[in-house]
């Protein structure tokens, strides 16, 4: 029996044995004190109990269409840069650059890079546009990373980038790529003065490197000396600290020339060290006036020399 009926009858039922002891009790009649309207009103405001046990299917079908009406259709989000704007990178020459751009919510939008200095258009998607086969747009599939690949960087390479996005509007950001010259230096003085039997020690430091080098090449005059032990020469290369160490414990005459410090990555450093019979090496250092003649580079000993016998003869 539907619940409502039911319901009904009952109202009906206990409405009319309150009836009939009242009417026994005063004599009244029955239709006259029977309120139709209120127990109407009372059938209205009940609420037929929903179980999950009954069969509800096509109330819960309506119910579900009234629920998916009452939501707004859901628009895409919009297109967001996971890499801040404004970014600074910094590559030295001869590497190789990464710019970033990440872009989340891209949808159906196209990913472009472009040089802004002069707004050549470099990639657009994974397509190169440029005719410098040196860029290249690096993205993996189902990625968010659409990375600017510069290979061999240049001095000229430096500048502001622009990562678009092909949405509606089209939104981009700006990157700063700064170029850097990385260079080798030999601490110290740039020419050094030693007596025969005293310790050389040169130390070489990378500077302004990106990226730790892959060799540091020592040279003696024209020759490599990394490995000539044998001459009484050591030299310990740590390359994740991008220094060099070239020792001497004890040197002598043939120990006189040019030394180069030459990093796989960098510009070379040059000293020239003199080994000179008979001197005070502090007497050198504090730059004596008989000895301020060794302050010239050699090739303008032999102009010295040269005046000096045409002097004295």
Request: charged share 20%.
């Amino acid at each position: 029996m539907n619940h409502r009926v039911y319901f009904a009858t009952i109202l009906i039922f206990q409405s009319a044995n309150l009836i009939s002891a009242q009417t026994q009790s005063k004599g009244e009649l029955p239709d006259k004190l029977i309120d139709k309207r209120k127990i109407k009103r009372d059938y209205d405001r009940y609420e037929e109990p929903k179980c999950k046990d009954e069969d509800t299917e096509g109330d819960t079908v309506d119910d579900l269409n009234e629920l998916a009406a009452s939501f707004p259709t859901l628009e895409n989000p919009p297109v967001h840069f996971a890499t801040e704007n404004c970014t600074v990178v910094t590559a030295q020459t001869g590497s190789t650059a990464l710019v970033p751009c990440v872009v989340n919510n891209i949808g159906d939008g196209m990913v472009s890079w472009i040089r802004r200095k002069d707004y050549h258009l470099l990639t657009v998607g994974l397509t190169t546009y440029s005719s410098d086969e040196r860029f290249q747009a690096i993205h993996l599939q189902h990625s968010e990373d659409w990375t600017l690949q510069i290979k061999y960087v240049q001095a000229r390479d430096a500048g502001v980038y622009e990562c678009q996005v092909s949405s509606h509007p089209p939104t981009n950001i700006f990157i700063q790529l700064n170029v850097v010259e990385a260079k080798a230096e030999i601490s110290g003085p740039s020419e050094k003065y030693l007596k025969p039997g005293s310790g050389l020690n040169l130390q070489c430091v990378v500077l302004q490197s990106t990226e730790p080098p892959s060799y540091v090449f020592w040279y003696h005059n024209n020759r490599m000396i990394n490995f000539d032990t044998d001459r009484g020469i050591n030299v310990k290369t740590e390359l994740s600290a991008k220094t060099s160490t070239l020792s001497i414990s004890s040197a002598a005459t043939r120990h006189s020339g040019n030394y180069s410090c030459v990093p796989s990555n960098a510009q070379p450093a040059s000293t020239y060290v003199h080994i000179l019979n008979g001197e005070n090496p502090a007497a050198m250092q504090h730059g004596g006036r008989g000895l301020s003649w060794l302050q010239c580079s050699p090739s303008s000993w032999l102009m010295i020399l040269t005046f000096s016998t045409l002097f004295l003869s």
